[in-house]
């Protein structure tokens, strides 16, 4: 018997909660065992995009396939809106991109999509409809007729997506969903992913691409070697309270001069003096979308 979930301060069952999760994996022949996870403790709110970040083989996906049921744990427990793991119905209302799907090839993408759709329980004009949908959503509907063995990896990415969004399920799981994926086709993923937000899903996932979560995630977790190393809310995360940066047109050494004096004469020091930069998948989006 599962304990009660934890209510968050606003009474709601948190969409994901780990409480003291161990994973062991047997590797090797005289017993040894290797930890993935060690007593992590999380909570994903209803409501949010959770970012789950950390070094290659810190725990993420292991975590990630616990969450869905698909591995059990050593100790510990995970629910998914106050359901066990381990129950079928937890997995009911939740969408998977596995980090290296594997997909039907001889199927094509809209075979594909259809397949997870009629396995989610959707039929006739609503599957259908769905599947239009979200093949439209991740922009594959050009090459939706096309074999997934004639792929490249990020449309497998996207394909992967769409499968994972077709129920329009309530908590979506995203493993790695940007690798391989070009900077359109990622700052695709990123702008999908807020609009499930707005719709009130709730988001896990895991990326390497750090700018990406800061600018999608309203908490992120980072774990190293399973262990939870910090979490928090981006905004407290990265946000310097007490500091704050003027951008002013470039101006001559003899006026900033005099400004370091009106500062100094105030007791205030300019700490830092830097030509702002535009970003380089600013750059790279402006010129591709034309
Ligand atoms: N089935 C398995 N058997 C044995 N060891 C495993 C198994 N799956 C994962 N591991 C090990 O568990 C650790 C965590 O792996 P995991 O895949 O969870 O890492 P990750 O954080 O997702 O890494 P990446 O960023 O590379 O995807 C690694 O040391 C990995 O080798
Ligand atoms: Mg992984």
Known sequence: MAESPHLSPSGAVPAIELRGLVKDFSIGLQGMKLRAVDQLDLRVEAGQVFGLLGPNGSGKSTTIKIVLGLLAPTAGTATIFGVPSGQIAARHDVGYLPESPYFYRHLTGRELVEFYARICGLAGATLAQRVADVIALVGLRDSANRRVGTYSKGMLQRIGLAQALVHDPRLVILDEPTAGVDPVGAAAIAEIILQLKARGKTVLITSHLLGQIEDICDRVAILDHGKLLLEGAVRDLVGRADRQALVLEKMPET????????????????????????????IFLERVKK
């Open 255 to 282: 006026e900033l001069a005099e400004l370091r004096a009106w500062l100094a004469a105030r007791g205030r020091t300019i700490e830092a003096i830097e030509q702002p930069r535009e970003r380089l998948d600013r």
